[in-house]
């Protein structure tokens, strides 16, 4: 079963009010999609995307019960398994022992985290767009453990093991899927999801 958007926006908005936690959705939303997009699995960017976007559907709520909660909540729209699975295995040896075994899951888990520390990043420009920030700044930001301390370098690169790939191209890569959606993102901010 396919979840449609519009009722996933719905559960996303019916738990979470915050504005930084609905960008945060909607970028992770656009950043899976790109990925599915352009590593081969065009024909399933839609179930990505809709895992981006309700991977944090418990967070803002029950924070003491990230990943834990989210099944109850998921249920609520039917969601199927492979769903379930992928939302939850984003908590990962820090929540729940629900491993990212899917190629999407891994990259869920990988870019996560990775995509509040390029958006913090991209706050310190004068132009606060992720659109004019340089590979060089990501990682010289990424080195200070005290910049964006909140988004754990321990997980973005336990994500990047998974997925076979160096630190500097989980980085670049997801940098490109940052940028290339960026647009599509600041028009959902911009509109409060209003769609």
């Given amino acids: ?116 520390l390029i958006w913090a990043c991209a706050l310190v420009l004068p132009s606060k767009s992720v659109k004019d920030l340089q590979l060089k700044t990501i990682r010289k930001k990424y080195r200070n453990e005290k910049f964006a301390a909140g988004c754990s370098r321990k997980v973005i690169e336990a994500g990047a093991e998974l997925l076979g790939w160096t630190l500097d191209e989980l980085l670049e890569r997801t940098l490109t899927a940052m940028q290339a959606t960026a647009d599509e993102v600041e028009l959902l901010t911009a509109s409060g999801e209003r769609q």
């Fill in 1 to 116: 079963m396919n979840i449609d958007r519009n009722t996933a926006v719905a559960l996303l908005r019916k738990y979470n009010q915050d504005p930084f936690h609905l960008r945060h959705a909607w970028t992770v939303e656009a950043v899976m999609r790109h990925f599915a997009e352009n590593s081969g699995f065009a024909e399933e960017a839609d179930f990505w995307g809709i895992v981006g976007l309700l991977h944090d559907i418990d967070f803002e709520k029950y924070p003491e019960e990230h990943c834990r909660k989210a099944p109850a909540l998921l249920a609520e729209i039917g969601a199927p398994q492979p769903l379930v699975h992928a939302v939850c295995s984003h908590g990962w040896n820090l929540t729940v022992d629900v491993r990212p075994e899917h190629f999407m899951e891994k990259v869920l888990y990988a870019t996560d985290e990775l995509t509040g």
